[in-house]
């Protein structure tokens, strides 16, 4: 069965410091994985996704992941913090089925501090 | 491109009444939606998953007569919550999978439901 582990529930940086935000998956089949922003009583909106191509993958607003299979792993990453980027990130990983379902995990909440 | 709204943001509504919450694909057409569940602070917790024209699937503890799903059309699911006791608040969010993409999943903005 497919899961996925989000290693940290709380992550704080100061502004224009790096951000990593770490997940780690469990899967028989080659996975897809996602990584998913969701600001306070808003949707979730896609920063990036891994789907067997590139192993590192880049995003919207400047993060990026890579996929590593030895590690199991799909850290969330970005060079500098800003304020906006406070919000809570959850890891994603598709389950091998026909219905296409995704399982989240249970989700990073970054703070940014001035 | 891949935008998916419902309807409505937020409802408060009293314990014993039904409250119905559409999920629409705007721009695309979803032979799947799903309907999730996200407690405050927690993660989204799969519902069941509505295939157009076909019943609704629905996660092992969840309550098929409670939470009556309807998928009439390419664009538009719809939850019902039947008989809503305090319990069923929670923020409800629905996402929709464009039939031309192979896996990708386009979220709404959710619904906040409160019981009194």
């Known amino acids: 069965a497919q899961s996925v582990t989000q290693l940290d529930s709380h992550v704080s940086v100061s502004e224009g410091t790096p951000v990593l935000l770490r997940c780690n998956y469990s899967?028989?089949?080659?996975?897809?994985l996602f990584w998913y922003v969701q600001h306070p009583n808003k949707g979730l909106q896609l920063l990036l996704k891994y789907t067997s191509a590139a192993t590192l993958v880049k995003g919207i607003n400047g993060f990026e992941a890579e996929f590593k299979k030895s590690e199991t792993s799909f850290h969330l990453t970005k060079p500098s913090a800003h304020m906006s980027d406070a919000a809570e990130y959850f890891c994603v990983v598709s389950v091998y089925s026909s219905a296409s379902k995704i399982i989240f995990g249970s989700g990073t909440r970054l703070s940014i501090r001035p | 491109g891949a935008v998916v709204s419902q309807h409505p943001s937020w409802v408060i509504c009293k314990s014993g009444t039904s409250v119905k919450i559409e999920c629409r694909s705007l721009d695309f057409q979803a032979t799947t939606m799903f309907w999730y569940r996200q407690f405050p602070k927690q993660s989204l917790m799969l519902m069941a998953t509505?295939?157009?024209?076909?019943?609704?699937?629905?996660e092992q503890g969840v309550e098929k007569d409670k939470f009556l799903i309807n998928h009439a059309s390419l664009t538009l699911s719809t939850l019902t919550v039947t008989s809503a006791h305090p319990e069923d608040s929670s923020f409800y969010i629905c996402?929709?999978?464009?039939?031309?993409?192979?896996?990708?999943?386009?979220f709404g903005p959710g619904t906040r439901l409160t019981v009194l």
């Open positions: 899967s028989s089949y080659s996975p897809s």
């Open positions: 996402s929709a999978r464009d039939r031309s993409s192979s896996n990708e999943q386009f």
């Open positions: 509505s295939n157009e024209g076909s019943k609704a699937t629905y």
